[in-house]
Antibody, heavy 119, light 106 residues
Framework: QVQLQESGPGLVKPSETLSLTCTVSGGSSSSYYWSWIRQPPGKRLEWIGYVYDSGTTNYNPSLKSRVTLSVDTSKNQFSLKLRSVTAADTAVYYC?????????????WGQGTMVSVSS | DIQMTQSPSSLSASVGDRVTITCRASQSVTTYLNWYQQKPGKAIKLLIYAASSVQSGVPSRFSGSGSGTDFTLTISSLQPEDFATYYCQQSYSTPFTFGPGTKVDI
């Protein structure tokens, strides 16, 4: 069965770039929208954006100036880069698969990875 | 952005209880409304999509209803494994937005 797994540093310094990768195992990363979602401690889930396997992206306007999503179908991976991070970017980051057949619901999620922004 | 609210924010219930959680959108999302379950240390799980369609593998005690701005998630007979936090989410327009969550505990 298809699984998603996030990977990347758990600690990032302020003003630096947060980089995470999501690996798709047990299936292909083609023909889906791949999304990143985060949850700051004690707060609700926040949608960061999605990337299609063609490279088409859609970003949350609140983060658009700092975020880049990309996909590498040959490696079955997709990635998140968030620039100029501050403490407000401390959160659990989730990768997820969006299904157009399910009204763009996220039908598959990774376990999430905690990223702290601190010097 | 479409704002999502949920009520209650938390509830206490017993095994076998019927539980209803409501979700409201700040504008119509037609039926682009999804429900998720979150348990500590586990991947978030899609329960309901398109307001009332039960995701494959989800027990039939979970059901969803509503359209436009008002939606409900119902658990017909609460089981021990259902104690969790539940979120609604609209996927009608980007940025997709989530409700604040409803924590269901004993």
């Amino acid at each position: 069965q298809v699984q998603l797994q996030e990977s990347g540093p758990g600690l990032v310094k302020p003003s630096e770039t947060l980089s995470l990768t999501c690996t798709v195992s047990g299936g292909s990363s083609s023909s889906y929208y791949w999304s990143w979602i985060r949850q700051p401690p004690g707060k609700r889930l926040e949608w960061i954006g999605y990337v299609y396997d063609s490279g088409t992206t859609n970003y949350n306007p609140s983060l658009k100036s700092r975020v880049t999503l990309s996909v590498d179908t040959s490696k079955n991976q997709f990635s998140l880069k968030l620039r100029s991070v501050t403490a407000a970017d401390t959160a659990v980051y989730y990768c997820a698969r969006l299904s157009s057949g399910h009204y763009e619901a996220a039908d598959l999620w990774g376990q999430g990875t905690m990223v702290s922004v601190s010097s | 952005d479409i704002q999502m609210t949920q009520s209650p924010s938390s509830l206490s219930a017993s095994v076998g209880d019927r539980v209803t959680i409501t979700c409201r959108a700040s504008q119509s999302v037609t039926t682009y409304l999804n429900w998720y379950q979150q348990k500590p240390g586990k991947a978030i799980k899609l329960l309901i999509y398109a307001a009332s369609s039960v995701q494959s593998g989800v027990p039939s005690r979970f059901s969803g209803s509503g359209s436009g701005t008002d939606f409900t998630l119902t658990i017909s007979s609460l089981q021990p494994e259902d104690f969790a936090t539940y979120y609604c989410q609209q996927s009608y327009s980007t940025p997709f937005t989530f409700g604040p969550g409803t924590k269901v505990d004993i």
